[in-house]
C-alpha cells in the first residue's frame, strides 16, 4: 500500500521491465480493491449512524422549525476527525528530503492553494449535503452526482469513455435509484413541500459542489502533487493522507466559523438532552460519524488517485444496495423491505462494478501487451 501504481506517462512505462509492471499492476489491483473496501464500510457505518442518531433525535417527527436544523454540526462531524489519520501518514516513508528542499516557493504556493480551495469546497458540500438530505432524501442526491461527476470528468479531466464505462454508469444510476437506502432524517410528505425551487436549488448545489471536488482532486493529484515532484515521480499512500488531512483541516476550520456564526453551537446541549438513549449515546454517536467519515473519504480519495474521480464515485453509489440490505435489518422502519426492486439493484450494482473493472483490467493488459512488444522489437534490433 505504500506506492501506488496508477496510470503512469508512455515514457516512465517504457522504462520498466514486463516483470516490474506486473508486479506493480498486481499492487496496483490491491490497493484498489482496499481502497473500495473502505468506501463500502464507510458508507455502511455513516448510513446506519445517521439514522440511529436521527431515529433517537425524533427528527422525522419534529416541526418544521427544528427538521432542518443541526446541519453546521453534522458538517463539522464529517471532517473533524482527520487527526486520527496523522500518525498513519507519519507512518508511511517521508518523501525524499532533497525533492522536498528543492521545490520552488510557486510549487509550495501551489499546493497550498490547492489545498484551501478543496477545504473550502468540501466544507461548502458538507454543509449543503446535510440539509439536502433533510430536505430530499438520499437517493436522489447520489444519482445527481454521478451524472454531474461524468460531466466533469470530460472536460477537466479529459476522461476518454469506452463503452464498458458507460454501460457501468447506467448500471449504477439503475442501482441506486431502485437502491437507495431508507433514511429516518427525511421528513414525512405533508410536513415539507419537496421538490419545490428551494429543494431543487438545494439539491443541485450540493452534488455540483461534491461532482466538481472529486475531478479537483484527481487534477491535484496529477498536475500538482505529481509535477512537484513532493513525491518523486511516484504515486504513493502518503499523497492520500497529506490530501485529507490538509483539505479536512480547512474544512473543520470553515465549519466551526459557520457553527458560532449562525448560532447553532447553542443548541448542542438541548439536542443531546432529547436524545433518547441520553447524552452518552448522542457523544458516541457524533463520535462513530466522525470517524466513519474518516474511514469513507481515505478510500474515495485512494481511488480517486488511483483510478478516476468517476470511477471513485461509481464504487459510493454501488454501496447503496448493500447498505440498504443493512438498513433493513438493522431498523424496523415502516414499508422498508428488501424486495424485488433492491435485490435487482444489487444485481445491478454488481454489474456495474464488473464493467468498469472489465475496462480498467483490458488497459492493464494493454500496457503488458506494449511493454513486450517493445522489448521484443529491442531484442531483435
Given at each position: 500500500m505504500e506506492?501506488f501504481?496508477?496510470?503512469?506517462?508512455r515514457?516512465?512505462m517504457?522504462?520498466?521491465?514486463?516483470?516490474?509492471?506486473?508486479l506493480?499492476?498486481?499492487?496496483w489491483w490491491?490497493?484498489?480493491?482496499?481502497?473500495g473496501?473502505?468506501?463500502?464500510?464507510?458508507?455502511s457505518?455513516v448510513?446506519?449512524?445517521?439514522?440511529?442518531?436521527?431515529?433517537?433525535?425524533n427528527?422525522?417527527?419534529?416541526?418544521q422549525?427544528?427538521?432542518?436544523?443541526?446541519?453546521?454540526?453534522?458538517?463539522?462531524i464529517?471532517?473533524?476527525a482527520?487527526?486520527?489519520l496523522?500518525?498513519?501518514?507519519?507512518?508511511?516513508?517521508?518523501?525524499?528530503?532533497?525533492t522536498?528542499s528543492?521545490?520552488?516557493?510557486?510549487g509550495?504556493?501551489r499546493v497550498l492553494?490547492?489545498?484551501?480551495s478543496?477545504?473550502?469546497?468540501?466544507?461548502?458540500?458538507?454543509?449543503?449535503y446535510?440539509?439536502?438530505?433533510?430536505y430530499?432524501?438520499?437517493g436522489i442526491?447520489?444519482s445527481?452526482q454521478?451524472?454531474?461527476?461524468s460531466?466533469?470528468?470530460?472536460?477537466?479531466?479529459?476522461?476518454?469513455?469506452?463503452?464498458?464505462i458507460?454501460?457501468s454508469i447506467i448500471f449504477t444510476?439503475?442501482?441506486d435509484?431502485f437502491?437507495?437506502?431508507?433514511?429516518?432524517g427525511?421528513?414525512?410528505?405533508?410536513?415539507t413541500?419537496?421538490?419545490?425551487?428551494?429543494?431543487?436549488?438545494?439539491?443541485?448545489?450540493?452534488?455540483l459542489?461534491?461532482?466538481?471536488s472529486?475531478c479537483?482532486m484527481?487534477l491535484?493529484?496529477?498536475?500538482v502533487?505529481?509535477?512537484t515532484?513532493?513525491?518523486?515521480?511516484?504515486?504513493?499512500?502518503?499523497?492520500v493522507?497529506e490530501?485529507?488531512?490538509c483539505?479536512s483541516?480547512i474544512?473543520?476550520?470553515?465549519?466551526?466559523?459557520?457553527?458560532?456564526?449562525?448560532g447553532?453551537?447553542?443548541e448542542?446541549?438541548?439536542?443531546s438532552?432529547?436524545?433518547?438513549k441520553?447524552?452518552t449515546y448522542y457523544?458516541l454517536s457524533?463520535?462513530?460519524?466522525a470517524?466513519?467519515w474518516?474511514?469513507?473519504?481515505v478510500?474515495?480519495?485512494?481511488?480517486v488517485l488511483?483510478?478516476?474521480?468517476?470511477f471513485?464515485?461509481?464504487?459510493?453509489?454501488c454501496?447503496?444496495?448493500?447498505?440498504?440490505l443493512?438498513?433493513?435489518?438493522a431498523?424496523?422502519?415502516?414499508?422498508?423491505?428488501f424486495g424485488?426492486?433492491?435485490?435487482?439493484?444489487?444485481?445491478g450494482a454488481?454489474?456495474?462494478?464488473?464493467?468498469?473493472?472489465?475496462?480498467l483490467?483490458k488497459?492493464?493488459k494493454k500496457?503488458?501487451?506494449?511493454l513486450n512488444?517493445?522489448?521484443?522489437n529491442?531484442?531483435e534490433?
Open positions: 506506492e501504481q496508477g496510470p503512469e506517462p515514457g516512465q517504457m522504462s520498466e521491465n514486463p516483470r516490474s509492471l506486473e506493480n499492476q498486481r499492487k490491491i490497493s484498489v480493491f482496499f481502497c473496501f473502505l468506501i463500502f464500510a464507510g458508507d457505518l448510513m446506519l449512524l445517521l439514522n440511529f442518531f436521527y431515529v433517537q433525535d427528527r422525522s417527527e419534529s416541526n422549525d427544528r427538521q432542518y436544523k443541526g446541519t453546521w454540526t453534522q458538517a463539522l464529517q471532517n473533524a482527520f487527526p486520527i496523522i500518525p498513519f501518514f507519519f507512518k508511511f516513508s517521508s518523501p525524499n528530503p532533497e522536498v528543492n521545490q520552488t516557493n510557486n509550495w504556493f492553494s490547492l489545498y484551501v478543496l477545504g473550502v469546497l468540501v466544507s461548502v458540500y458538507s454543509k449543503l446535510a440539509l439536502a438530505k433533510l430530499v432524501g438520499w442526491l447520489v445527481t454521478l451524472i454531474l461527476t460531466l466533469f470528468s470530460a472536460f477537466i479531466n479529459r476522461l476518454k469513455f469506452n463503452r464498458w458507460i454501460i444510476l439503475a442501482a435509484f437502491g437507495s437506502p431508507a433514511f429516518a427525511t421528513p414525512d410528505e405533508d410536513e413541500d419537496a421538490y419545490d425551487i428551494k429543494a431543487w436549488l438545494i439539491l443541485i448545489f450540493p452534488t459542489a461534491f461532482s466538481l472529486l479537483l484527481q491535484g493529484f496529477e498536475k502533487l505529481v509535477k515532484k513532493r513525491y518523486g515521480n511516484k504515486k504513493v499512500f502518503r499523497m493522507l490530501m485529507q488531512i483539505v483541516f474544512a473543520t476550520l470553515v465549519c466551526t466559523v459557520g457553527l458560532f456564526a449562525s447553532e453551537f447553542k448542542l446541549k438541548g439536542d438532552e432529547r436524545f433518547k441520553g447524552k457523544i457524533l463520535v462513530g460519524l470517524l466513519s474518516q474511514v469513507w473519504a478510500g474515495l480519495l485512494g481511488l488511483l483510478v478516476s474521480g468517476l471513485a464515485d461509481v464504487v459510493h453509489m454501496a447503496s444496495p448493500v447498505v440498504a443493512l438498513v433493513v435489518l431498523f424496523d422502519f415502516m414499508d422498508d423491505d424485488w426492486q433492491r435485490r435487482g439493484a444489487l444485481l454488481v454489474l456495474a462494478l464488473a464493467s468498469y473493472f472489465y475496462s483490467h488497459t492493464k500496457e503488458i501487451a506494449e512488444k517493445r522489448e521484443n529491442n531484442s534490433a
